[in-house]
DNA sequence: TTGAAAGCGCTAACAA
DNA sequence: TTGTTAGCGCTTTCAA
């Protein structure tokens, strides 16, 4: 099952009755820098035209130890939000005529680990990593001779390159819209504490209500982990708890979300005035019976940042200045009463 | 940006004090196949694993001319079809020790092409498409020293390896129960009229309609693409037509229903007894006002065929009997009365 | 039981 | 203007 009349740099050097050095010089463009003739550079390059020659992949990650080929690092495929961030990547890349592997973690340090190491092996150039490590030492290590570009997540508190999503701010608003319909019970739910969206999401939650006058009882707050059956567990408990469904409900993300939403279905007497908001956004919320406001990050930028940030890192190791970016999220408002609201809180808030 | 300190079988061996052979062999295993003293293996092993030794992949890979990666060429990675398909055969390959590339089609042949192109230039050991294409020409070379598994969609009437959903049994009895309540108006509504899946939907939908004794019109059927702009237009289109939404409707695929939803979202007069049903599944469409009967491909099984038969042919090339299998699809209710006759229907047509 | 040597396909000094 | 040569890291005869 070998590659058939693969034809090698050695092939076409005999057919052109030149060497192969100089049948590479040609093939990489190089002809003319090295005052190939012009006449041995068209025989150089017809010849490898007619047979379609193709050099070998390997063979030059070997020699210069270089594979054109990057590693993305993932959760989940299935995330409509990791999914995006792949998607963008992957044509930004592909334009670039680097190639993306993307390895998925399952959100599993010790997977991570592995999925990371075997990216490695294959000497990818570069890494954008969105990690469900919550400390960076590997990847410092890592960074010291393949640059990694964190995204979406800040590990720990690490100083590597990021992109990420303000999702602080846009928490804030959209919570402190949400606070002033019901100061007196709105809940959150969230994901693994560790994860600095999740503290960003948390300190967005606490800020808003504050800004709403409102007072936090610590029972509004639930964490766990991102999968959606946490989401489904959390929004049992507290509707048992209650006896009925909360007034307010903030989800952390979109796949917690998805798990209340479970919940809801099986139990449609809780949808009884719940209102409900998530940070992530999806176009199919937008023909969900319960008006849910949602946070939209940009997919568009952060790959793009992250696109940018690790092509300058790939090219010369002297690093930016703003290692750190933050994108704007953008609040899709579907509830109309918030709505109405969050036109008015902005336009009190603004200077005249 | 070099590797550092990264160490080479030759350091291992200059270290152990043997050669790069005996090193080789005994990283191998095959240390005890050519009678390496225990104690020589010992020195190595224990060098090796106290210099993290990790063999350099593309070196291999040149000597030896397999990658240990295999392509899968997929429209979009963001299409939850697909999404779920590269998920369960990532992690398939990953546990089985093969790296898997993931190239995007965009759903356009030409760059189907060229991302083929890319795929094979780095020695891909084996080739898993989603294809874009309607001729199998190009793939039958490559199938004859790569072998290519077609995932989902027969390219043209290909003999290649192919692993599918049966689309057209599944929708036949589906629109069977949907044309039976509203035997006077049943639309339907397609991607590209020459991929099979279209094709074989198509199929289904008619055999449906005469199962249910109900006598096609033509102008129920339109066809365009799968992007689900295509699913807008056409909602629009008939929409118009009609001053009013048809009875009945059956999309052909997941994005072209989330065009026409996000028609109906626009015009919510619309929905007004409208009833909705379409390939493919999504978790979401559970929490929908309106109850959409759908038709679930069975992911893993479609995956864990793809993956079985193209490990067994990048093995030996000796293919197996069964060159093609067809997954059964689920048809998930959703529709009261679609339920209520569904089970009647399924009863009458029992033997006893 | 181990080592020497060749070569996978390519690039880049250095010569000519 | 072009060719010679060495070597990237690895595996695999063949010889010792």
Known sequence: MKQPNRITISNI???????KATASLVLNGKGDEYRVSEETQQRILSIAEEHRYQPSFHARALRSSRSHTIGLVIPFLTQFTNASLARELESLFRNAGIQIIIACSDEDP???????????????????????????EAYSKIHSYVPVVQ???????????????DAESSTTSLIQVLATQHPDEIYYFG????????????AGYKQGLQQAGVSLRPEWIRQRNFFSYSGYDMMEEVCNELGRPPKALFTASFSLLEGVLQYLNQNPEMQQGLHLASFDDHELLDFMPLRIDSIAQDYTALAFNAFTMLMALMEDKAVLPPTMQTIPARIRWRHPESRRLSKQITTESLPK
Chains 1, 2 share one sequence.
């Open 13 to 19: 050097a005999e057919l052109a009755g030149v060497s």
């Open 110 to 136: 010790e997977q991570e680990k592995l999925v990371v190491n075997n990216l490695l092996q294959r000497q990818v150039d570069g890494l954008i990593v969105i990690s469900s490590n919550s400390s960076d």
């Open 151 to 165: 995204l979406g997540r800040q590990i720990g508190d690490s100083s590597l390159p990021l992109i990420m999503t």
């Open 191 to 202: 994901g693994e504490p560790t994860l600095t969206p999740s503290k960003q999401r948390l």
